[in-house]
């Protein structure tokens, strides 16, 4: 079982998601400070190594992103609801169940802000560090294998250890769900396709507040950036 982290021990514990606790980490001492944060889910216990087999990743080329699926965007009544994100789940579900079925590694990305962030000034506070509105809702839980990267602003590329994390993992295809189609999808879409990535954006997992705001992002997505909509 494979165990990493790049941060401290007390930043760890705070990032946690959900109520269980996640297994020990390792600080990579050579990446520099980013924000972001990174870690895999592991079985509570022993890290028995920091790499995964070379037979496990040599031969994966894809990943699965789930872009912010977060308490405060989608429960009813939170800050930055999302109503029809609620109606993307079962769908979602059913996508991840088949990505861990096929061993593509799903790559949960999250909003995970300051107190005081800046982003505040544009939004009502939300997925705030340590609270339970920045948790992955209830529904979609990570699993023992699966990645949390943390972010702080649109794109889950923004000094996160993203960008890492799919070069250790060999990506060269990333599956993208999640919201706001406009939004972070876009942005995180948009930055993946910069970076070289060939993209595919999965419909029926991604939403946004209006109809015309996900047309006009996955045209954009399709047009634009020559991302495969399927
Ligand atoms: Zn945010």
Not at 84 to 89: H, P, T
Request: with cysteine.
């Amino acid at each position: 079982m494979v165990k990493q982290a790049f941060l401290g021990a007390s930043e760890f514990q705070r990032i946690r998601c959900g109520k269980e606790r996640f297994g020990e980490e390792k600080r990579f001492s050579s990446l520099r400070g980013d924000s972001g944060q990174m870690r895999r889910r592991g079985a509570s216990g022993s890290a028995k190594g920091t790499r995964a087999p070379m037979d496990k990743i040599a031969k994966r080329s894809e990943a699965y992103l789930v872009i912010d699926m977060l308490n405060d965007f989608i429960l009813s009544g939170a800050p930055l609801e999302v109503p029809k994100a609620r109606e993307i789940i079962p769908k979602l579900k059913e996508k991840i169940v088949e990505m861990r079925n096929k061993k593509i590694p799903i790559i949960y990305i999250c909003d995970n802000h300051r107190k005081n962030d800046p982003e505040f000034k544009i939004w009502p506070a939300h997925c705030v560090k340590g609270t339970k509105g920045a948790e992955i809702v209830e529904e979609l839980k990570p699993e023992k294998d699966d990645y949390v990267v943390t972010k702080t602003t649109y794109s889950g590329f923004f000094k996160t250890k993203l960008e890492y994390l799919l070069k250790r993992l060999k990506v060269k295809k990333l599956m993208v769900s999640g919201i706001l189609t406009n939004i972070c999808v876009l942005y995180t879409v948009s930055d993946a396709v910069l970076r070289g990535y060939e993209v595919e954006v999965v419909k029926d997992c991604v939403t946004s507040l209006t109809e015309e705001e996900h047309n006009f992002a996955l045209q954009q997505m399709e047009k634009v950036l020559k991302t495969k909509i399927i």
